[in-house]
């Protein structure tokens, strides 16, 4: 349960950009666990069951709650690098922090892909059969994350310099 | 900051992006034990047996209604 939960912590966390609604979508995913367990036919591994749970449960609390990461300014959202980190690089948490903003702009199906490829390191097949989409399409979404991402980051930067 | 956001430097960006935020996060204790004192609360109605056991109180609450009636009939003669 330990390695699981954390998982589906660092998923939500990643996939809500704050600790607020990360905690809400924690705990309504492992009720609808506990729930679902005996429907549970282990076709997935318990761990892929359970975020395929939590990314549904992301999914419609964005739309029951009908809000895109707004209240939230990103310093108090997400940890921060210099507090529990050795050798802070401020260019580092300057990109950090530029990320999180361009992230803010990301529909949730497209910050899912890139968190299972650059964080979790999946493959695309691996991503299409956790997603339950087609491999091309999973291409095509980190193909489109990181163009409006660039896109994001540019008009930052313009606009900073 | 790097000024061309370059493919390798975004890949490069995004992936440190993770790793600074989200390396060593864990699901806070306060969540798993409200998560688990739920299940706990709701377990008593989420067993098998508990539509047999809400059967059997109706039934039994029937037949103590039935009796009570049956008992008034007797004693007061009508």
């Given at each position: 349960m ?5 998982e589906v912590?660092?998923?939500l966390?990643a ?6 609604d990360a905690d809400d ?7 609808k666990?506990?729930r ?11 761990t892929?069951?359970?975020?395929r749970i939590?990314?549904?449960e ?6 029951d709650q009908?809000?895109e990461?707004?209240l939230v ?9 210099s ?5 802070y690089?401020p ?9 999180t903003e361009?992230?803010r ?14 964080y979790k390191a999946?493959s695309?097949e691996?991503?299409a059969t ?5 491999k ?7 193909f489109r994350a990181?163009?409006?991402?660039r896109v994001?980051l540019?008009?930052?930067r313009?606009?900073?310099? | ?6 493919d ?5 960006a995004?992936r440190g992006y ?7 996060v864990?699901?806070p204790?306060?969540?798993?034990r ?5 299940t706990?609360q ?6 098998p047996?508990a539509?047999?056991l ?7 609450s029937?037949?103590v209604v039935?009796a009570?009636?049956?008992m008034?009939e007797?004693?007061f003669g009508f």
């Amino acid at each position: 349960m330990n390695s699981c939960a954390n998982e589906v912590y660092a998923y939500l966390l990643a996939r809500m950009g704050n600790r607020f609604d990360a905690d809400d979508v924690f705990q309504s995913t492992f009720l609808k666990v506990r729930r679902f367990l005996p429907n549970f036919r282990g076709e997935a591994s318990p761990t892929t069951w359970v975020m395929r749970i939590a990314m549904n449960e992301a999914s419609s609390f964005r739309r029951d709650q009908g809000r895109e990461l707004s209240l939230v300014t990103p310093e108090d959202a997400l940890p921060d690098p210099s507090t529990d980190r050795m050798g802070y690089d401020p260019a580092q948490a300057e990109t950090v922090q530029d990320i999180t903003e361009g992230m803010r702009h990301l529909p949730g199906d497209l910050r899912d892909v890139l968190y299972f490829f650059y964080y979790k390191a999946l493959s695309y097949e691996q991503i299409a059969t956790l997603l339950g989409i087609p491999k091309g399409t999973v291409k095509s979404r980190i193909f489109r994350a990181k163009q409006e991402l660039r896109v994001y980051l540019e008009a930052h930067r313009d606009r900073r310099t | 900051m790097t000024v061309e956001h370059k493919d390798e430097d975004l890949d490069q960006a995004l992936r440190g992006y993770y790793h600074a935020i989200l390396d060593g996060v864990t699901a806070p204790e306060h969540l798993r034990r409200q998560v688990l004192a739920h299940t706990e609360q709701k377990r008593w109605y989420m067993t098998p047996w508990a539509p047999v056991l809400a059967l059997a109180l109706a039934s039994a609450s029937f037949f103590v209604v039935l009796a009570s009636s049956r008992m008034a009939e007797i004693i007061f003669g009508f």
